[in-house]
């Protein structure tokens, strides 16, 4: 799909696109851009990669838009919309199938439990960021979990949320289990291991870590912040699930810490 066609499908749902080729590149990448017009979407292309982009599907009341990414023989798909205050970027998991509309990518980032609460509740609009089945902030879902007794001596307060990169969400009241303890910096915002950790040389050891658990089972109460979403506010404990986009391999790098 060519630069004028794209630019004029990411214009139905009010958005700016750039198409950049960049020999730095190694891969097509997706982003949102600002500049002095504010944000756009940013399409990177590798200089020395064959790769396409193509808009499969555009739902401008919604203003989101299904991009299909075609390189070095594979397919990728990418929600990109507008979410409560800016545009955003969601890579669609390869193992999702009949992923073929806005809707369809929608669900495909559901977790199963989210997927399996809106089948049992049936929420007058599935998609809608609070409804009878759940509560979202950004890629973060929370579903109710009314039984859950939780010592009080186990409750962590102003914890922070993170997929591993970006601005964390804090959690005013939390309780987890399991997980792996992993510790975090600029450098490494995914985290490594203790084992790891434990043979940097003391001097790298001081430079801005922070103790952080991978992947526990989180569950939350109180006010959700985060700089860029609506305070949302927890009645009761809510199983804290991330959407499905670290299922997708432009998101293998990206974990979940708490």
């Known amino acids: 799909m060519g630069t004028v066609v794209l630019e004029r499908r990411f214009a139905a749902i009010g958005a ?21 017009r504010g944000e756009f979407f940013e399409l990177r292309l590798a200089g020395s990669r064959s790769a396409s982009f193509e808009v499969v599907d555009a739902d ?25 205050r800016h545009w955003f970027v969601a890579a669609i998991p390869e193992s999702a ?18 997927r399996e609460a809106v089948a049992r509740v049936r929420p007058r609009d599935r998609f809608r960021r609070r409804n009878a089945a759940y509560v979202r902030q950004g890629e973060w879902f929370f579903l109710p979990r009314w039984a859950l007794v939780v010592d009080e001596r186990d409750v962590l307060r102003d914890e922070p949320l993170s997929r591993g990169r970006g601005k964390d969400h804090v959690l005013e009241l939390a309780f987890r289990r399991g997980g792996e303890t992993v510790f975090v910096n600029a450098e490494h915002p995914g985290g490594i291991s203790l084992a790891e950790f434990e043979l940097l040389p003391p001097s790298q050891q001081r430079s801005g870590w922070r103790e952080m658990v991978r992947d526990p089972e989180l569950y939350a109460k109180g006010s959700v912040r985060h700089p860029d979403h609506n305070t949302v506010v927890l009645h009761g404990w809510h199983r804290v699930l ?4 670290q299922g997708a391999r432009a998101m293998r790098h990206v974990a979940f810490l708490d």
């Open 16 to 36: 700016r696109v750039k198409v950049i080729r960049t020999a730095r590149e190694r891969a097509a990448r997706i982003d949102v851009g600002f500049d002095r």
């Open 60 to 84: 401008p009341d919604d203003r989101c838009l299904l991009l299909l990414v075609r390189e070095a023989g594979e397919k990728s798909k990418f929600l990109c919309g507008f979410d409560e």
């Open 97 to 114: 199938r009949g992923v073929t509309g806005v809707v369809s990518a929608k669900d495909a980032l559901q977790p199963d439990a989210v």
């Open 242 to 245: 991330m959407n499905t986009e």
